[in-house]
């Protein structure tokens, strides 16, 4: 993919960002926590398993590793995976490439992320990387009832924004983000993941 495919076009009215994994490499923090938390209800988690599962709403997320689990233990659980993973936020890897798109583009068109994490995990995130004052806006899972895949989020972040949501850019790197922002009408997705670094 050239730097031209991934630059917004003259007509582009806002950027908007996904933050793991696109803007910043959680990921395989995220990844090495949950292993440990599945691990004590007898979950090996595999490769294939966190590729189809690791973006979907927390609930149906956690039932994939533990069929009964309820609301309130899924909650619970993800309380602990978020102290177990700002202890460890120090290890994460800003994903430079596209942060530059961002520091070239503040200040000249608006700047939003769009995540379905959660508010308190993804500011420190930012926060860790450096990055947060890039950003007119911050849109995360606390924001909306439906979360990625819904469209519910970008929607909200281009309202808030006040762009049309066609003549928006939205960058992500998973199936389900693009499907989310695409269903929000985003006229255009790049996928970071074909994205040379």
Same mark, same amino acid.
């Given at each position: 993919?050239?730097? /031209?495919?991934?630059?917004?076009?003259?007509?582009?009215?806002?950027?908007? $960002? /996904?933050?793991?994994?696109?803007?910043?490499?959680?990921?395989?923090?995220?990844?090495?926590?949950?292993?440990?938390?599945?691990?004590?209800?007898?979950?090996?988690? %595999? &490769?294939?398993?966190?590729?189809?599962?690791?973006? =979907?709403?927390?609930?149906? $997320?956690?039932?994939?590793?533990?069929?009964?689990?309820?609301d309130?233990?899924? *909650?619970?659980?993800?309380? +602990?995976?978020?102290?177990?993973?700002? +202890?460890?936020? *120090?290890?994460?890897?800003?994903?430079?490439?596209?942060? +530059?798109?961002?520091?070239?583009? *503040?200040?000249?068109?608006?700047?939003? =992320?769009?995540t !379905? !994490?959660?508010?308190?995990? =993804?500011?420190? %995130?930012?926060?860790?990387? !450096?990055? %947060? /004052?890039?950003?007119?806006?911050?849109? %995360?899972?606390?924001?909306v009832?439906?979360?990625?895949?819904?469209?519910?989020l970008?929607?909200?972040?281009?309202?808030?924004?006040? =762009?049309?949501?066609?003549?928006?850019?939205?960058?992500?790197? &998973?199936d389900? !983000?693009?499907? &989310?922002?695409?269903?929000?009408?985003?006229?255009?997705?790049?996928?970071?993941? /074909?994205?040379?670094?």
């Amino acid at each position: 993919m050239s730097p /031209d495919s991934i630059a917004p076009s003259t007509d582009t009215e806002a950027l908007l $960002f /996904d933050c793991d994994g696109t803007l910043v490499d959680t990921m395989s923090l995220h990844r090495l926590v949950w292993t440990e938390i599945f691990a004590r209800y007898d979950f090996a988690m %595999t &490769s294939a398993w966190w590729d189809q599962y690791a973006n =979907v709403a927390l609930l149906p $997320f956690v039932r994939a590793a533990i069929p009964d689990a309820d609301d309130a233990l899924a *909650h619970d659980l993800n309380r +602990e995976s978020i102290g177990m993973f700002m +202890e460890r936020l *120090h290890l994460i890897d800003p994903l430079e490439h596209v942060i +530059e798109v961002a520091r070239q583009y *503040h200040g000249r068109l608006p700047l939003a =992320v769009v995540t !379905g !994490g959660y508010r308190d995990v =993804v500011v420190p %995130t930012l926060d860790a990387a !450096g990055i %947060t /004052d890039l950003f007119d806006i911050i849109v %995360t899972a606390d924001d909306v009832v439906n979360s990625k895949p819904a469209p519910d989020l970008y929607a909200l972040a281009a309202q808030r924004l006040g =762009v049309d949501p066609q003549r928006c850019l939205a960058y992500e790197d &998973s199936d389900i !983000g693009m499907a &989310s922002a695409r269903d929000a009408g985003i006229g255009r997705v790049v996928d970071i993941r /074909d994205w040379p670094i």
